[in-house]
């Protein structure tokens, strides 16, 4: 018995020491959480937007605006929840983000355990200490918590896999429900992982079609559910007329290669191609031999599916420039999936080898941690700072102009000055991204902004100031303002950007060829600012 126990030490002492440095960069990832948190500051205007939508407070005014934010019903349910405790100050919004993150840890390690891992550990290098998923991941919307419900359901995918059953198969549709109805961009995720499962048990002996159509079944389901939201989907179809436009796909790579931090993070990039070819390796080898139930070769192969079927639905579906959090439950995937590929390749490999490469993560996990330690560090926007500057230096007979447009969301909650406001072009309401509004100001052509241009114009030569929130850009020198005619544009459609770039040029050749004195105003310092919304605040007087 003795002899017994001493054989068996070494391993015991080796996942004690495992647990401990999953222990530690889950801490990591907890302070680099904690340090966004008390950084962020005051809502920008796509979290002004959920948060104005909890605001009104009762379950039937949000869903009769909800087709407005960005997420269905499982951020809807959590808005309103929010509203019935008070929950609408900013402190406790951001509060509201810090504890999603914390779910996003929560389901890694869950999903690790339910894959076959003691504990995560390159999952939590790779996804967890990035810089996009500490800043958006943490922020008040629903990314995080969409990133947390698709690792669970692709844990309960894994499960299904290694042993179909009809009580399997019908937790993995409410896993799948709950992904779904968490962020909509899951559902290609989903398809994408459903298509690998099934290729991946197709050499099963006499289960391969009743495991098919168990996981038919699971996503019919789950499509299904997309019915509770149709007023979201049909609000969709309405604006995508306004806002698609040509992508290429270079530059959606671009951004999401982008979004795992390989470029902000130098410690990132060595890291996530040393995981993405052994990731590839074990696929590989997955497929030579036979694609498997193992959680490695789910993964791998799902991992395959998931980066191209996402890059094509922004390319031909979408068609709209993606940005990083768009891709935070990709890249929680990824990172799952590297994890479990390491751990097929440890298992072979002495407990020395294997002590050797928990060290590295470990030091790997230290230097990601302290390089992204300052890039956390940004507050998400600065027209809190701008509003307060408006309120106490401007008068009743100023005029205050925002643009673009969807900024005002964010002015709309910190401005309480004495000057009147009005965005470019001006809606009657700031509350939401009212992008059928904007169609409507492009069908009338030059004259969606002519009461704007004259009230501007009216404006200074009365003698009052005119302060602009954000930026214009004029022609050149010389040249005249574009003119466009009556929507839809000929060439560009109903498109939004076309509109919006003529409307600020001929506000801005206005401004240059009559405004006697125009200066900029030095605004408090704030530190790092959110590039989305870090608004300059400039001044323009008198009428010549």
């Not at 309960?156 to 409410?174: E, I, Y």
């Amino acid at each position: 018995m003795l002899q017994d126990r001493t054989q068996h030490e070494p391993a015991l002492r080796l996942r004690v020491y495992k647990l401990a440095i999953a222990v530690a960069l889950t801490f990591a990832a907890v302070a680099l959480e904690w340090h966004f948190f008390r950084h962020a500051g005051p809502l920008w205007r796509d979290e002004a937007n959920s948060a104005n939508l909890a605001g009104l407070g009762t379950w039937a005014a949000i869903q009769q605006h909800a087709q407005y934010d960005s997420f269905p019903l499982v951020w809807n349910i959590c808005l309103w929840i929010l509203a019935n405790a008070g929950w609408t100050h900013d402190y406790h919004l951001r509060l509201f983000g810090l504890l999603a993150a914390w779910v996003q840890l929560g389901a890694l390690w869950w999903a690790a355990r339910a894959c076959g891992l003691a504990v995560p550990l390159v999952s939590l290098v790779l996804y967890a200490l990035a810089p996009s998923a500490v800043v958006y991941g943490t922020m008040f919307r629903g990314y995080g918590l969409g990133a947390a419900a698709f690792l669970i359901a692709t844990a309960m995918l894994v499960r299904f896999v290694q042993a179909p059953s009809l009580l399997r198969a019908t937790a993995l549709a409410l896993a799948n429900i709950a992904a779904l109805q968490s962020n909509f961009a899951n559902g290609v995720l989903l398809a994408a992982t459903h298509t690998a499962a099934a290729l991946s048990s197709w050499r099963s002996k006499g289960q391969w079609v009743r495991t098919c159509a168990l996981l038919a079944v699971a996503f019919g389901l789950t499509a299904a559910s997309l019915g509770l939201c149709w007023s979201w989907i049909r609000y969709a179809l309405e604006v995508g007329s306004a806002e698609q436009r040509p992508v290429q796909l270079a530059a959606i790579a671009a951004v999401w290669w982008e979004s795992l931090g390989t470029t902000s993070v130098a410690a990132l990039l060595p890291l996530w191609l040393g995981a993405l070819l052994c990731t590839s390796t074990t696929l590989w080898q997955c497929v030579r031999r036979s694609p498997g139930r193992y959680p490695s070769c789910v993964l791998a192969l799902a991992a395959a599916f998931t980066v191209a079927m996402m890059l094509v639905y922004f390319w031909q579906v979408a068609r709209l420039p993606s940005q990083q959090w768009h891709y935070l439950s990709l890249n929680a995937l990824l990172a799952l999936a590297s994890d479990t590929a390491l751990h097929r390749w440890l298992t072979t490999r002495r407990q020395s080898v294997q002590a050797l490469a928990f060290t590295a993560i470990a030091a790997c996990g230290a230097v990601v941690a302290w390089q992204s330690w300052p890039l956390v560090a940004v507050r998400m926007t600065n027209v809190d700072l701008i509003a307060n500057v408006i309120e106490r230096q401007a008068k009743s007979n100023d005029l205050v102009v925002v643009a673009p447009w969807y900024c005002g969301l964010s002015f709309a909650r910190y401005y309480r000055g004495a000057a009147p406001w009005i965005t470019l072009p001006d809606l009657p309401d700031h509350r939401f991204h009212y992008h059928l509004q904007i169609r409507a100001k492009i069908a009338l052509g030059d004259d969606g902004t002519a009461e704007e241009r004259l009230r501007i114009q009216k404006t200074l030569q009365a003698g009052g100031r005119v302060w602009l929130v954000g930026d214009l850009t004029a022609p050149p020198p010389g040249a005249p303002a574009p003119t466009m005619p009556r929507g839809p544009h000929p060439v560009t459609g109903w498109r939004a950007g076309p509109y919006l770039d003529a409307w600020e040029m001929q506000v801005a050749a206005l401004l240059r060829d009559h405004a006697e004195e125009i200066w900029g105003v030095e605004l408090p310092p704030a530190g790092t600012i959110n590039p989305w919304e870090n608004l300059r605040l400039t001044v323009i007087e008198g009428w010549r």
